[in-house]
């Protein structure tokens, strides 16, 4: 793996960053100037700065694997796939924000700059190759939650939120950070890649490894609300603003979830054979994973079950989702991981779509709780009939992209052997559960009286509901160009598997 | 733009035609009308750079491989494949359902259902041409299953009438019959193999990984789903109920999409066919071509006429391919479907002016529709094989391909007087149909009074078949792109002479025979059914196969099934309730403790969910530190669990 120590020509290679961060400075600034149509400026800012970090990010394609300013960030195919992640999701919230009436006209400005914020800080994630960058990154991406969290402080529920969720996240990144702590101690680098041979060769207790990385642990969990790391989710997805919660749902888990598998990866795995690692060390951090991943699907899906609010609901949904995607972690192979990147994206889709449903009617309905869903497939026919797709591909029900995203974790623990398959019954049945309350929506939508009188929904949300409900279908039937895609953004691992 | 991009673009514009009028139909002027028939003009156009490119290229081969799944060392291929053979069907398919959409502009005027009628049409012709762009068996069984979905929806397109939604069902019912067949067939190939792509499997074949009697069988489960689709017998039973939908679909069944599915496939995938499978395909056929053509005499309906003539066509194909007549056997697949197409348009016509479908209410009607006249002519001498009209070329060669197969086989002495009795009958129905329809005086002069000529947007397409149906069979284009994937026996030298004489022979003799009887006079039709009325019985009732079917299929099977009912009603459900007597009766013997558990175990399914569910979520307190307690508490436990 190459190493490029000079500073000024890495920077060549952290184009998307920088755009990032321009075009962060450039909205603050211009907020400040301009005194006209603040918010719409800002938001075409906003595109326009995701237009060009996507337009930088792919022509760093075809990426190779390389260590930037003095090894403290990756780029290679996997950090790309995220970073390209990370704009899709975050446009999609850029979009469908200005047709909404969740951010108050005075602080657009600040809004969207903060948008790009955290997309900076979830591509800096995505890269960070050093403990030392892990902290910096996530707290970028932290920090950034919290001001969104809480960016209707007028409101008690989103100020509420946005404290519970600073709070909490402090003592999460702490106990990280000391795991952190631990772990330099143990091994005398801070540096990822580094990590494995100063592991073999400093010969230290298997207990002490262990109570570092389950320090470690609890920071990433809490950023992709695994059980019992979690808590927060709930109260902090129903009282932001509806659009910061379905970007929480989905950038900063992913960001999440990029760092856990670098990290572990990375630093606490050896390459055995191609496409296939082994624990360092023997610490038995799979088995740790597993437990976690199962518990996180049961207990997200078995909350679900008795949510009146949809937005709290979708919160308890997204943790089980966390525990669906962990699941191809623990396997150390490719498919395992393959199938976990090729679930995010599936995710994306769906989560974001159920989410933009659940935006584009609290205009017109007023109403984000479940009981004034019903009848809604009478008055607005195509955002109930979108919503009944996305629900159904969260369960994953075929032909929809989720069954092929599910399909791929459950064949992944089955190919695996005999080890992983109670895993794997764990999911069947979670999926199961699932069921319930999603198509408790659909019932209630489709089946049950409400009252009359149409609603009219946004066309911009009519044009974006089918920009995301196109793939969610169209994933389901035909796969391979994105199967390639995620297949080419597996190889993170490059210096490991020499 | 490559070839590949106009492959794809040939193949998707009716999908995206469909799929737009089905949803977005009833909004767009016109009803979308011009939408559909513009997207398969699209894809004819689409489709011609391919034929040129075969053309210019026999051995052209061209592949668009895709995966659809991959886990591990598993994976199911999505490849699109053109050579030769492709290239035609492509071609033909697209150029005949372009002139079908648009023909129903026409026909189908005013229907209320008129938008979703083409969104349909588009969805039938994006079928067929993946069907034929498939390169393996995994797609083209998909494809085969989407043929089969819009033809059911477009036999029961009028579903308020009972005629019509029974067909459908029909339809749909058999061809599963024999869609199982292909799918057992299927399999068997791939647990062999372990392959769906035709070329890996036909080299597995060639290289001896599977045969004998396993790879006969193999093959005579995938010719039951060719005898599905293509209506051999016994399972040709759907075809002539097909004619309930509207006559355009009945075209488009005929002659570029349903029909020529089976026939197709059993071509593209000759190798897996074993010369003992052929036999059983040849005798099917055989059958086929002969008996249909029998029935074609005694029946008054226009349409179903040339619905059994279809039949008898599709058996000469079938024949044609299992004697070693490959090219033959495709080419005439490709010539019928121009006449067919035609034949069945004119009909639409005849039906269209006159509101009736009955032969015997006809007559008469040259002077009124020429147009319809004159095409209907031609797509009639091409069908009876009389030279030059493309009909004769291909069913010729067939001939000449099942006299050469009998001259070395003499014991299957059966399948050449099939073959030339088979072509006599084809000439007698077919200037029967042609006699009592258009000459002699009007039957019904009502009737006849109100006929009229069609629109030009109905007698356009007519004429320009009529073209094909004339001059289709000139040139030897066809034996020049399709070349055998195997090597072939020849037959003896004589064959094909005496093929030529024979099959000349036996059309003049059915058309001088139609002549002197619905003509002339000389025979009388009425005489001689009676002379041989037990006979003409039989033939009438179309062999009593749909009878034999209720008989022996039907109304067993619907006895089975209230036995069954009868069974899980008295056995079972009397089981069920002695169980729950007695379960009543021992729990009042234990007392309530029991009882108790019992129901609880009951409930206990759906409830502990909800309820453990209600539990959890009291520990969401909302107070962050109890939050931080939990996370806390979780870190500790995980390290108590690992330390002990």
Same mark, same amino acid.
């Given at each position: 793996?190459?190493?490029?120590?000079?500073?000024?020509?890495?920077?060549?290679?952290?184009?998307?960053?920088?755009?990032?961060?321009?075009? /962060?400075?450039?909205?603050?600034?211009?907020?400040?100037?301009?005194?006209?149509?603040?918010?719409?400026?800002?938001?075409?800012?906003?595109?326009?700065?995701?237009?060009?970090?996507?337009?930088?990010?792919?022509?760093?394609?075809?990426?190779?694997?390389?260590?930037?300013?003095?090894?403290?960030?990756?780029?290679?195919?996997?950090?790309?796939?995220?970073?390209?992640?990370?704009?899709?999701?975050?446009?999609?919230?850029?979009?469908?924000?200005?047709?909404?009436?969740?951010?108050?006209?005075?602080?657009?400005?600040?809004?969207?700059?903060?948008?790009?914020?955290?997309?900076?800080?979830?591509?800096?994630?995505?890269?960070?190759?050093?403990?030392?960058?892990?902290?910096?990154?996530?707290?970028?991406?932290?920090?950034?939650? @919290?001001?969104?969290?809480?960016?209707?402080?007028?409101?008690?529920?989103?100020?509420?939120?946005?404290?519970?969720?600073?709070?909490?996240?402090?003592?999460?990144?702490?106990?990280?950070? @000391?795991?952190?702590?631990?772990?330099?101690?143990?091994?005398?680098?801070?540096?990822?890649?580094?990590?494995?041979?100063?592991?073999?060769?400093?010969?230290?207790?298997?207990?002490?490894?262990?109570?570092?990385?389950?320090?470690?642990?609890?920071?990433?969990?809490?950023?992709?609300?695994?059980?019992?790391?979690?808590?927060?989710?709930?109260?902090?997805?129903?009282?932001?603003?509806?659009?910061?919660?379905?970007?929480?749902?989905?950038?900063?888990?992913?960001?999440? /979830?990029?760092?856990?598998?670098?990290?572990?990866?990375?630093?606490?795995?050896?390459?055995?054979?191609?496409?296939?690692?082994?624990?360092?060390?023997?610490?038995?951090?799979?088995?740790?994973?597993?437990?976690?991943?199962?518990?996180?699907?049961?207990?997200?899906?078995?909350?679900?079950?008795?949510?009146?609010?949809?937005?709290?609901?979708?919160? @308890?949904?997204?943790?089980?989702?966390?525990?669906?995607?962990?699941?191809?972690?623990?396997?150390?192979?490719?498919?395992?991981?393959?199938?976990?990147?090729?679930?995010?994206?599936?995710?994306?889709?769906?989560?974001?779509?159920?989410?933009?449903?659940?935006?584009?009617?609290?205009?017109?309905?007023?109403?984000?709780?479940?009981?004034?869903?019903?009848?809604?497939?009478?008055?607005?026919?195509?955002?109930?009939?979108?919503?009944?797709?996305?629900?159904?591909?969260?369960?994953?029900?075929?032909?929809?992209?989720?069954?092929?995203?599910?399909?791929?974790?459950?064949?992944?623990?089955?190919?695996?052997?005999?080890?992983?398959?109670?895993?794997?019954?764990?999911?069947?049945?979670?999926?199961?559960?699932?069921?319930?309350?999603?198509?408790?929506?659909?019932?209630?939508?489709?089946?049950?009286?409400?009252?009359?009188?149409?609603?009219?929904?946004?066309?911009?949300?009519?044009?974006?509901?089918?920009?995301?409900?196109?793939?969610?279908?169209?994933?389901?039937?035909?796969?391979?160009?994105?199967?390639? /895609?995620?297949? @080419?953004?597996?190889?993170?691992?490059?210096?490991?598997?020499? | #733009?490559?070839?590949?991009?106009?492959?794809?673009?040939?193949?998707?514009?009716?999908?995206?035609?469909?799929?737009?009028?089905?949803?977005?139909?009833?909004?767009?002027?016109?009803?979308?009308?011009?939408?559909?028939?513009?997207?398969?003009?699209?894809?004819?156009?689409?489709?011609?750079?391919?034929?040129?490119?075969?053309?210019?290229?026999?051995?052209?081969?061209?592949?668009?491989?895709?995966?659809?799944?991959?886990?591990?060392?598993?994976?199911?291929?999505?490849?699109?494949?053109?050579?030769?053979?492709?290239?035609?069907?492509?071609?033909?398919?697209?150029?005949?359902?372009?002139?079908?959409?648009?023909?129903?502009?026409?026909?189908?005027?005013?229907?209320?259902?008129?938008?979703?009628?083409?969104?349909?049409?588009?969805?039938?012709?994006?079928? #067929?041409?993946?069907?034929?762009?498939?390169?393996?068996?995994?797609?083209?069984?998909?494809?085969?299953?989407?043929?089969?979905?819009?033809?059911?929806?477009?036999?029961?397109?009028?579903?308020?009438?009972?005629?019509?939604?029974?067909?459908?069902?029909?339809?749909?019912?058999?061809?599963?019959?024999?869609?199982?067949?292909?799918?057992?067939?299927?399999?068997?190939?791939?647990?062999?193999?372990?392959?769906?792509?035709?070329?890996?499997?036909?080299?597995?074949?060639?290289?001896?990984?599977?045969?004998?009697?396993?790879?006969?069988?193999?093959?005579?489960?995938?010719?039951?789903?060719?005898?599905?689709?293509?209506?051999?017998?016994?399972?040709?039973?759907?075809?002539?109920?097909?004619?309930?939908?509207?006559?355009?679909?009945?075209?488009?069944?005929?002659?570029?999409?349903?029909?020529?599915?089976?026939?197709?496939?059993?071509?593209?995938?000759?190798?897996?066919?074993?010369?003992?499978?052929?036999?059983?395909?040849?005798?099917?056929?055989?059958?086929?071509?002969?008996?249909?053509?029998?029935?074609?005499?005694?029946?008054?309906?226009?349409?179903?006429?040339?619905?059994?003539?279809?039949?008898?066509? %599709?058996?000469?194909?079938?024949?044609?391919?299992?004697?070693?007549?490959?090219?033959?056997?495709?080419?005439?697949?490709?010539?019928?479907?121009?006449?067919?197409?035609?034949?069945?348009?004119?009909?639409?016509?005849?039906?269209?002016?006159?509101?009736?479908?009955?032969?015997?209410? #006809?007559?008469?009607?040259?002077?009124?529709?020429?147009?319809?006249?004159?095409?209907?002519?031609?797509?009639?001498?091409?069908?009876?094989?009389?030279?030059?009209?493309?009909?004769?070329?291909?069913?010729?060669?067939?001939?000449?391909?099942?006299?050469?197969?009998?001259?070395?086989?003499?014991?299957?002495?059966?399948?050449?007087?099939?073959?030339?009795?088979?072509?006599?009958?084809?000439?007698?129905?077919?200037?029967?149909?042609?006699?009592?329809?258009?000459?002699?005086?009007?039957?019904?002069?009502?009737?006849?009074?109100?006929?009229?000529?069609?629109?030009?947007?109905?007698?356009?397409?007519?004429?320009?078949?009529?073209?094909?149906?004339?001059?289709?069979?000139?040139?030897?284009?066809?034996?020049?792109?399709?070349?055998?994937?195997?090597?072939?026996?020849?037959?003896?030298?004589?064959?094909?002479?005496?093929?030529?004489?024979?099959?000349?022979?036996?059309?003049?003799?059915?058309?001088? %025979?139609?002549?002197?009887?619905?003509?002339?006079?000389?025979?009388?039709?009425?005489?001689?059914?009676?002379?041989?009325?037990?006979?003409?019985?039989?033939?009438?009732?179309?062999?009593?196969?749909?009878?034999?079917?209720?008989?022996?299929?039907?109304?067993?099977?619907?006895?089975?099934?209230?036995?069954?009912?009868?069974?899980?009603?008295?056995?079972?459900?009397?089981?069920?309730?002695?169980?729950?007597?007695?379960?009543?009766?021992?729990?009042?013997?234990?007392?309530?403790?029991?009882?108790?558990?019992?129901?609880?175990?009951?409930?206990?399914?759906?409830?502990?969910?909800?309820?453990?569910?209600?539990?959890?979520?009291?520990?969401?307190?909302?107070?962050?530190?109890?939050?931080?307690?939990?996370?806390?508490?979780?870190?500790?436990?995980?390290?108590?669990?690992?330390?002990?």
């Amino acid at each position: 793996m190459p190493v490029i120590t000079d500073n000024i020509a890495s920077l060549g290679y952290a184009t998307p960053e920088l755009v990032l961060a321009g075009f /962060f400075l450039f909205i603050l600034l211009a907020d400040l100037v301009f005194t006209r149509n603040r918010g719409q400026m800002a938001c075409t800012l906003a595109i326009l700065g995701l237009a060009m970090t996507l337009l930088v990010t792919l022509r760093l394609y075809p990426a190779g694997e390389r260590l930037l300013f003095a090894k403290m960030m990756a780029i290679d195919p996997f950090a790309l796939f995220f970073k390209i992640f990370f704009v899709g999701s975050t446009a999609v919230i850029v979009l469908l924000s200005p047709a909404t009436a969740y951010i108050p006209r005075t602080r657009q400005g600040e809004y969207y700059a903060f948008l790009l914020a955290i997309t900076l800080g979830m591509s800096l994630l995505a890269s960070a190759a050093d403990l030392v960058m892990i902290v910096l990154a996530l707290e970028m991406v932290s920090v950034t939650s @919290y001001l969104l969290a809480g960016f209707m402080k007028e409101q008690a529920a989103s100020a509420e939120a946005a404290l519970k969720y600073a709070i909490y996240g402090a003592v999460a990144t702490g106990t990280m950070v @000391y795991g952190m702590s631990l772990l330099y101690g143990i091994t005398g680098t801070t540096n990822l890649y580094e990590m494995p041979q100063a592991i073999a060769r400093g010969g230290a207790a298997p207990l002490a490894l262990f109570v570092a990385v389950l320090l470690v642990l609890v920071g990433f969990g809490y950023k992709i609300a695994a059980v019992p790391f979690h808590m927060w989710a709930p109260d902090v997805y129903e009282g932001a603003p509806t659009p910061v919660t379905a970007l929480l749902s989905v950038g900063p888990k992913a960001a999440g /979830f990029a760092v856990l598998i670098r990290f572990f990866y990375a630093a606490l795995a050896v390459p055995a054979g191609p496409g296939r690692w082994n624990p360092v060390a023997d610490i038995d951090w799979p088995l740790l994973v597993a437990v976690i991943s199962a518990v996180t699907m049961t207990v997200g899906n078995l909350i679900a079950i008795n949510q009146s609010n949809l937005k709290r609901l979708l919160a @308890y949904s997204a943790i089980a989702h966390a525990g669906y995607i962990l699941m191809g972690f623990v396997l150390l192979n490719g498919q395992g991981l393959y199938a976990m990147l090729f679930y995010l994206i599936v995710y994306a889709f769906m989560n974001l779509g159920a989410f933009l449903v659940v935006i584009a009617l609290a205009g017109p309905l007023r109403s984000e709780e479940l009981k004034d869903y019903a009848g809604l497939a009478s008055r607005t026919a195509f955002p109930a009939v979108a919503m009944a797709v996305f629900l159904f591909s969260l369960t994953g029900i075929p032909p929809l992209a989720g069954f092929v995203g599910k399909f791929y974790l459950f064949a992944a623990l089955i190919e695996a052997g005999r080890a992983w398959l109670w895993l794997a019954v764990v999911g069947v049945l979670n999926s199961v559960i699932s069921l319930y309350y999603y198509a408790r929506i659909v019932k209630a939508m489709f089946l049950e009286k409400g009252p009359s009188g149409r609603l009219t929904v946004a066309s911009a949300h009519q044009v974006l509901i089918a920009a995301l409900l196109i793939p969610t279908v169209l994933l389901g039937i035909y796969w391979a160009p994105v199967a390639r /895609f995620t297949d @080419y953004s597996l190889r993170l691992l490059g210096p490991l598997a020499r | #733009m490559d070839l590949a991009t106009y492959v794809l673009i040939a193949l998707f514009a009716p999908l995206a035609g469909a799929t737009v009028q089905i949803f977005l139909g009833r909004r767009l002027p016109r009803h979308g009308d011009w939408l559909c028939v513009g997207v398969l003009f699209v894809s004819f156009v689409a489709s011609i750079p391919t034929f040129n490119a075969v053309w210019a290229n026999p051995a052209f081969k061209l592949q668009i491989l895709s995966e659809w799944l991959t886990l591990g060392s598993f994976g199911i291929p999505l490849g699109l494949q053109v050579d030769g053979l492709t290239g035609i069907m492509l071609t033909v398919v697209s150029f005949i359902a372009a002139f079908i959409h648009l023909y129903s502009v026409g026909y189908m005027h005013g229907d209320p259902r008129y938008s979703r009628y083409f969104a349909y049409l588009n969805f039938f012709t994006f079928s #067929m041409l993946g069907l034929v762009l498939a390169d393996n068996f995994f797609l083209i069984y998909v494809f085969w299953e989407l043929v089969g979905l819009s033809s059911y929806l477009l036999i029961g397109f009028w579903f308020e009438r009972p005629a019509a939604a029974n067909a459908g069902k029909k339809a749909f019912i058999v061809n599963r019959v024999g869609d199982v067949g292909f799918f057992v067939g299927i399999l068997l190939l791939w647990t062999q193999l372990g392959t769906f792509r035709f070329e890996e499997v036909f080299k597995g074949i060639a290289a001896g990984q599977m045969a004998g009697p396993l790879l006969t069988v193999t093959g005579l489960c995938v010719f039951l789903g060719a005898v599905g689709k293509s209506a051999q017998f016994p399972l040709h039973v759907w075809l002539p109920d097909a004619m309930e939908g509207p006559t355009p679909v009945s075209a488009l069944i005929h002659a570029a999409t349903m029909v020529a599915a089976g026939v197709y496939m059993v071509g593209r995938v000759y190798p897996v066919f074993t010369p003992d499978a052929f036999v059983v395909i040849a005798y099917v056929a055989g059958i086929t071509a002969f008996f249909a053509g029998t029935i074609a005499l005694t029946q008054f309906d226009i349409k179903r006429v040339i619905a059994y003539s279809t039949l008898s066509q %599709l058996g000469y194909m079938m024949l044609g391919l299992a004697t070693g007549g490959y090219v033959a056997g495709l080419f005439h697949l490709v010539t019928h479907a121009f006449f067919k197409a035609l034949m069945f348009l004119a009909a639409g016509s005849v039906i269209h002016a006159l509101h009736t479908q009955d032969l015997r209410e #006809m007559g008469g009607l040259r002077a009124k529709m020429p147009v319809t006249f004159w095409t209907m002519m031609a797509g009639s001498l091409a069908l009876a094989g009389v030279p030059p009209f493309s009909g004769f070329f291909s069913k010729d060669a067939i001939i000449g391909a099942t006299l050469g197969f009998v001259m070395a086989h003499p014991q299957h002495l059966l399948l050449a007087l099939f073959a030339v009795g088979g072509a006599l009958l084809t000439g007698l129905y077919a200037f029967r149909l042609m006699f009592l329809a258009f000459t002699g005086a009007p039957r019904d002069r009502e009737k006849h009074h109100h006929a009229h000529e069609s629109p030009p947007v109905m007698t356009v397409p007519l004429v320009v078949l009529a073209v094909f149906a004339v001059g289709a069979g000139w040139g030897g284009w066809f034996e020049r792109l399709v070349r055998p994937p195997v090597e072939l026996p020849h037959g003896p030298a004589g064959a094909h002479t005496l093929a030529l004489a024979l099959s000349l022979l036996a059309a003049g003799l059915g058309i001088l %025979l139609a002549y002197w009887t619905y003509v002339v006079g000389k025979i009388s039709a009425g005489r001689v059914a009676d002379r041989y009325r037990p006979v003409y019985t039989l033939l009438f009732n179309k062999y009593y196969v749909d009878e034999l079917y209720a008989a022996g299929v039907v109304r067993p099977f619907l006895a089975l099934t209230r036995g069954c009912a009868a069974f899980d009603l008295g056995v079972i459900d009397g089981f069920v309730n002695w169980c729950g007597r007695f379960t009543r009766g021992v729990s009042r013997v234990q007392g309530w403790i029991d009882f108790r558990i019992v129901d609880g175990a009951v409930n206990l399914v759906g409830n502990a969910i909800r309820a453990w569910g209600a539990v959890l979520r009291l520990v969401q307190t909302g107070v962050v530190q109890n939050y931080i307690l939990v996370l806390l508490g979780g870190v500790l436990v995980i390290l108590l669990l690992k330390v002990l």
